[in-house]
């Protein structure tokens, strides 16, 4: 049998799932002891008891100057910053996706704009983005939202005019006026467009918000990890950004799950 037509069973599909991770760990905790064995005090790659350590010393043991507990202080105002970042981006998003996707001469002039906008790389202009909006969490948010808004619309845009004519055409023949076809026909097709797109762009959503903790900041995931740099603070960093790889899988598997839920019928539904 060729191999491009063996499949793997449920089991052996589970198996092959663990593997790659299976191997990292594998390789990450002998590399490890390696390490600490030839200099105990070798911080580039802590052992795990390292790791539980600075673990619960960030997430269950309140701060002596503020009576915080930092991690999960971080992690919420992060969170806070990307779902609206993210909720501002889809909703300008779909706006212009569907005025550019459904009207010619609104596309003739939003859909040059959001090409030119997309390629703008939205980390060169976070200076500029901190002198206009401030330190403050505005300038965050707008990171995100001006990073990963143009690539929406433009995608969504797409969608809305791969929609096929016919379908206008014989609901225009039914009497629907342009603002029902958005309504009615348009937006159910975007809407699904819209979850699987959130997903491809969380990744890019992050790295924004990372970069910008990183710069102007004094909480979030991205401010702890580049605080604790200047100690070499391995311990702390490398829970922090498999906390954020977590956060990031549970983010794409919820909106997976809400398209299958809302859109069974689109054909993303059983990616």
Not at 29 to 41: D, H, K, T, Y
Not at 106 to 117: E, I
Not at 205 to 214: G, N, P, Q, R
Request: hydrophobic share 55%; proline share 6%; net charge positive.
């Amino acid at each position: 049998m060729r191999q491009i037509n063996r499949h793997p069973t449920p089991g052996m599909r589970l198996m092959l799932v663990m593997l790659p991770f299976v191997l990292l760990l594998a390789a990450y905790f002998f590399g490890s002891a390696v390490r600490l064995e030839a200099n105990p005090q070798d911080k580039l790659l802590p052992g795990l008891q390292q790791m539980l350590d600075a673990i619960s010393r960030m997430a269950f043991t309140p701060d002596k100057r503020s009576g915080e507990y930092l991690f999960w202080v971080d992690t919420l105002v992060s969170l806070a910053r990307l779902l609206v970042g993210l909720g501002i981006a889809s909703l300008i998003g779909l706006c212009i996706g569907v005025t550019a996707g459904v009207f010619p001469l609104w596309r003739a002039s939003l859909s040059p704009l959001m090409t030119v906008l997309s390629l703008v790389p939205p980390l060169a202009i976070l200076p500029v983005l901190f002198i206009v909006f401030g330190l403050d969490e505005l300038s965050k948010v707008m990171l995100i939202v001006i990073g990963i808004t143009p690539m929406l619309a433009r995608d969504l845009e797409h969608r809305a005019c791969e929609i096929p004519p016919e379908i206008l055409i014989k609901a225009q023949t039914l009497g629907a006026n342009s603002w029902t076809l958005v309504l009615r026909v348009v937006l159910p097709q975007l809407l699904s467009r819209l979850l699987t797109s959130l997903r491809l762009l969380l990744g890019s959503a992050w790295l924004f918000l990372i970069s910008a903790e990183a710069i102007s900041s004094t909480a979030g995931l991205g401010y702890r990890i580049f605080l604790v740099r200047r100690y070499m603070a391995m311990d702390v960093i490398i829970p922090y950004v498999l906390w954020i790889t977590l956060l990031a899988w549970l983010m794409d598997l919820a909106l997976r799950q809400l398209h299958k839920t809302c859109f069974p019928w689109a054909e993303g539904g059983k990616a």
